[in-house]
């Protein structure tokens, strides 16, 4: 990489929808997106102008809420921050990556069970096309999912572990550490290094990354912001 060079993982979702996942992009000018139904994830360019924000606004329509993970510019005047979240990205740093006897390839019709899941637990976004990112697996005690991890935002030689969970009952025994490690030897397998993303205050979260063998790359923001419910003319 050149001096002064941006790294994939700075724009991971634009890196992702021009990259391995450009069959999912939705795309407007400059400015790419996720089926709503796949990834709330949308994509700016790094130095986004005003025409790229007239295309969020056409993509996503006026008065929708628009997450820009990442992004740490100015919003055009009228839009609205919904939420902040203060956020930290990992890098596969020596991790004991591993397969799992008991993990289980997680597929669409175990659906409505991960989204029962993930509501017990909160993870982050999950949504019925979701597991057409990646490879999610799972643990199931006595027939019923409890725990799960699985893979996200794929940057040309990179994959992010997310939706790791378990649930409260069975928390303790170790099963997120365990799904973690087996997501992550089957993105090892392809020759790509897992990353990942938590919330700074996850301080709990973050101990267990870091003794897995995680190393902090950069600290980044989750925000949402509003688009405004009066848009010039031609903005569609």
């Keep these: 990489m050149t001096a002064g060079a941006r790294h994939v993982l700075d724009n991971p979702a634009l ?56 992004y740490a510019g100015r919003l055009p005047a009228g839009w609205e921050i919904t939420f902040h979240v203060e956020g930290v990205q990992f890098v596969d740093d020596g991790l004991a990556a591993a397969p799992d006897p008991e993990a ?84 090892r397998q392809r020759g790509e290094t897992p990353f990942l993303h938590t919330a700074a205050r996850n301080t709990h979260a973050i101990r267990l990354y870091e003794s897995l063998g995680f190393r902090l790359r950069r600290t980044t923001a989750f925000l949402g912001a509003r688009v405004p419910e009066r848009l010039p003319e031609g903005v569609f």
């Design 15 to 70: 890196a992702s929808l021009t990259g391995p996942h450009a069959h999912f992009a939705e795309k407007r000018g400059r400015v790419l997106r996720y089926p709503v139904d796949v990834s709330p994830w949308l994509a700016l360019p790094d130095e986004p102008d005003a025409a790229d924000w007239a295309d969020v606004a056409a993509l996503a329509g006026a008065g929708a809420e628009v997450p820009l993970a990442g």
């Design 104 to 187: 289980v390839r997680l597929g669409p019709a175990d659906v409505p069970e991960i989204l029962e899941l993930v509501a017990r637990t909160q993870p982050g976004p999950f949504l019925p096309r979701t597991i057409e990112m990646g490879t999610y697996l799972g643990i199931r005690r006595e027939g019923a999912l409890v725990a799960m991890a699985g893979e996200r935002l794929h940057p040309p030689g990179w994959t992010e572990i997310s939706a790791v969970c378990t649930d409260p009952a069975v928390r303790g025994q170790g099963l997120a550490t365990r799904l973690v490690l087996a997501v992550a030897h089957g993105i």
